[in-house]
T-cell receptor, first 114, second 111 residues
Framework: SQTIHQWPATLVQPVGSPLSLECTVE??????LYWYRQAAGRGLQLLFY??????ISSEVPQNLSASRPQDRQFILSSKKLLLSDSGFYLC?????????????FGPGTRLLVL | DAKTTQPPSMDCAEGRAANLPCNHS???????VYWYRQIHSQGPQYIIH???NNETNEMASLIITEDRKSSTLILPHATLRDTAVYYC????????????FGEGTQLTVNP
């Protein structure tokens, strides 16, 4: 069966520090991968998605970036965190192809920028 | 994507069926109805989806009206662990990669 991992589970970082969040998927090949952010008490905002190694699409301009160095690895990064980057970061995957793809979410990383 | 409307909160007694409604009156012919839930501090969990026919899996049943303008998610025997925010999402091929989560329904299962 497929599983999705995210780490770390929680993170407290000072403003201006760098960020690296990692997501890996097991049990599937060539997945579509997604990064979402959920601010406190609000809905999910799609940040990035990827349909293959090195292929990244950005949904929202910001100081975050994403990379996909391997087929089942998706990384979210920032060079300098802002207070507004605090939130719950969720990685998701879906099987590529088909009319509508079901997305499955990881456990999330809770980031607090102070 | 079609907009969905859900009640903000519902209560259910443990062991009873929980019926969560969703209105999607502007749904188009090729759009699916998806249900997810999010337990506090966890990632959203996929529950079920359907297009026209009613669907059932090990978690829940999805009843879609004949005109497809509304649907109901049924948890047949709710447990305390089913307490969560339940999201009804309408999604079609024009949705791209985005899953648009609305406010959802906070379901509280009481002992």
């Amino acid at each position: 069966s497929q599983t999705i991992h995210q780490w770390p589970a929680t993170l407290v970082q000072p403003v201006g520090s760098p960020l690296s969040l990692e997501c890996t998927v097991e049990g599937t090949s060539n997945p579509n991968l997604y990064w979402y952010r959920q601010a406190a008490g609000r809905g999910l905002q799609l940040l990035f998605y990827s349909v293959g190694i090195g292929q990244i699409s950005s949904e929202v301009p910001q100081n975050l970036s994403a990379s996909r160095p391997q087929d089942r690895q998706f990384i979210l990064s920032s060079k300098k965190l802002l207070l507004s980057d605090s939130g719950f970061y969720l990685c998701a995957w879906s099987v590529r192809g088909g009319l509508v793809e079901t997305q499955y979410f990881g456990p999330g990383t809770r980031l607090l920028v102070l | 994507d079609a907009k969905t409307t859900q009640p903000p909160s519902m209560d259910c007694a443990e062991g009873r069926a929980a019926n969560l409604p969703c209105n999607h009156s502007t749904i188009s012919g090729n759009e699916y109805v998806y249900w997810y839930r999010q337990i506090h501090s966890q990632g959203p969990q996929y529950i079920i989806h359907g297009l026209k026919n009613n669907e059932t899996n090990e978690m829940a049943s999805l009843i879609i009206t004949e005109d497809r303008k509304s649907s109901t998610l049924i948890l047949p025997h709710a447990t305390l662990r089913d307490t969560a925010v339940y999201y009804c999402i309408v999604r079609g091929e024009t949705s791209g990669s985005r899953l648009t989560f609305g406010e959802g329904t906070q379901l509280t299962v009481n002992p």
